[in-house]
């Protein structure tokens, strides 16, 4: 029987041999054409709408914000750089769905499911509409995803979501037995597929970031880099607006879209419905002609294997694979720290399960690896929601499915800040929230022990123990 990919064998030298020339970045932000920064803001401003945040949500945010209305006066403050955090760290996959999977959004909101798989292809085809718009150069293709099996449990999961996905009216998927799968990606590792032809586009992330601050900046949004946001707060007794401080200035806003996704908010009640998370990530060297015809992939879709501790990984335009996912690493107290970005005992693990799912790559070499944080919350989708009398919106939670959905999250939350009766803010998953966290000690023990409890689910045919029943009769459980 084919192995899982979630093995737990110790990696051999020639594993650890493959991480031994990596640079500890980015690959995605280790390019020479990296746009320089912009200034930092150095004095006060006034604006209609201040974005915090310079990630795909902001800016989505802002360059909507000024297609609705090119009048309306926009600012955008960064703590670092845009695109520096999760949006120039994640694997490229832009999905349409707007619910972390088919599964995830049927256990939650079953009667708007159409809805909501409607909604979320309408906004991949809009980023697709907005990527030819304004020339975004980030080798957007829409490929498609196979989720595959490797445990023959799964293959049986795989065939019950297209029956669910048919049976709702939804676009339906294509399952690949063996040796289709194969056909299109060759891995020993692989039982069966399912192919989402239409839902799910490959880009290079950090250039889709680059390329949306550009587009904004033409736009006539004025960005500041090196401005993280200390401080909200009213404008002053009577005053409609809002105030944010910054190192250097202020900013006087009517309104404010909060974008700060795995970093604390600045509306303190939001956060307990956020715990960060860290996911890390390798880079081979670019794959010879030989090497790539041993594995095919000719049509360059992406691919997630469908255990609990999933794995992710595409093919890029210079023909790398991207590999990454697996282990979620939570520190306890929910600190977002550049020390916590790396963590090697995952990356020993995700090289062992390369090499374990492309034997024919032995000898290729790893020319990146890198971490950090992303938000995740109990529901493992976004929720959105207004503060300070509606002069502010925030969108969070994505659970690293965010490239494609933080765009409708930017729609939600001007449809919010402007008090619009929509078809986004009728939406019950729009409407509701998850459930908070627990505090400390409570929090770190829940995760540990639910991040145990799906490992040995992985390796005992999908069977969830009690713990995992429990959490999924309270609304917690993770079926993505």
Do not use: S
């Given at each position: 029987m084919p192995r899982s990919p979630g093995g737990s064998d110790a990696p051999g030298p020639p594993v650890l041999a493959a991480l031994a020339d990596v640079a500890y970045t980015s690959y995605w932000l280790d390019d020479p054409g990296r746009?320089?920064?912009r200034p930092a803001l150095v004095g006060d401003e006034r604006c209609d709408l201040l974005v915090i945040g310079g990630g795909y949500s902001g800016l989505w945010t802002a360059l909507i914000a000024k297609e609705r209305d090119p009048g309306r006066d926009v600012v955008l403050v960064e703590a670092q750089e845009a695109g520096w955090a999760a949006s120039g760290r994640n694997g490229g996959f832009c999905a349409a769905s707007l619910t972390h999977?088919?599964?995830?959004g049927a256990a939650r909101w079953p009667r708007e499911l159409p809805e909501l798989e409607r909604l979320g292809h309408r906004n991949l085809d809009a980023i697709e509409t907005a990527v030819a718009r304004y020339a975004l150069d980030c080798d957007f293709e829409r490929t498609g995803e196979i989720d595959v099996a490797t445990r023959p449990h799964q293959?049986?999961?795989?065939r019950e979501t297209a029956a669910q996905a048919a049976a709702l009216g939804v676009q339906e998927p294509e399952f690949l037995d063996r040796d289709a799968v194969r056909a299109e990606v060759d891995s020993p590792t692989f039982l069966a597929g399912l192919w989402d032809r239409?839902?799910?586009?490959?880009?290079?992330?950090?250039?889709?970031?680059?390329?949306?601050?550009?587009?904004?900046?033409?736009?006539?949004?004025r960005i500041y880099e090196h401005t993280p946001a200390e401080q909200l707060s009213r404008a002053g007794t009577g005053s409609s607006g809002m105030l944010v401080?910054?190192?250097?200035?202020?900013?006087?806003?009517?309104?404010?879209?909060?974008?700060?996704?795995?970093f604390p908010a600045l509306v303190?009640?939001?956060?307990?419905?956020?715990?960060?998370?860290?996911?890390?990530?390798?880079?081979?060297?670019?794959?010879?002609?030989?090497q790539l015809a041993a594995i095919g992939w000719q049509r360059r879709q992406g691919l997630s294997d469908t255990a609990n501790h999933f794995h992710y990984f595409r093919i890029t335009?210079?023909?790398?694979i991207l590999w990454g996912g697996y282990d979620i690493v939570y520190r306890y107290g929910g600190g977002v720290r550049a020390e916590y970005d790396h963590h090697p005992a995952t990356y020993r693990t995700l090289a062992q399960h390369f090499f374990?799912?492309?034997?024919?790559?032995?000898?290729?070499?790893?020319s990146h690896a890198w971490g950090g944080a992303i938000d995740t919350c109990s529901r493992f989708s976004a929720f959105f929601g207004s503060a300070h009398g509606g002069r502010v919106a925030y969108a969070l939670g994505y659970t690293g499915l965010g490239v494609g959905a933080s765009r409708f999250g930017a729609e939600v939350m001007l449809d919010l800040l402007a008090g619009d009766d929509t078809e986004r803010t009728r939406l019950e998953m729009v409407r509701s929230k998850p459930l908070p966290f627990p505090p400390e000690p409570v929090r770190w023990a829940g995760i540990g022990l639910t991040q145990w409890s799906m490992s040995r689910a992985d390796a005992n045919g999908g069977r969830r123990n009690l713990w995992l029943k429990a959490m999924d009769r309270a609304g917690l459980g993770f079926d993505s």
């Open positions: 746009p320089r920064p999977g088919l599964g995830n293959i049986d999961e795989l239409g839902g799910v586009a490959m880009l290079h992330p950090a250039k889709l970031a680059w390329g949306l601050k550009r587009a904004c900046a033409e736009l006539g949004v401080r910054t190192p250097y200035g202020r900013v006087r806003a009517r309104h404010v879209a909060l974008a700060t996704n795995a303190r009640r939001v956060r307990p419905y956020i715990v960060p998370v860290y996911d890390h990530a390798l880079m081979t060297e670019p794959l010879t002609g030989e335009a210079d023909h790398r374990r799912c492309f034997p024919q790559l032995e000898g290729v070499r790893f």
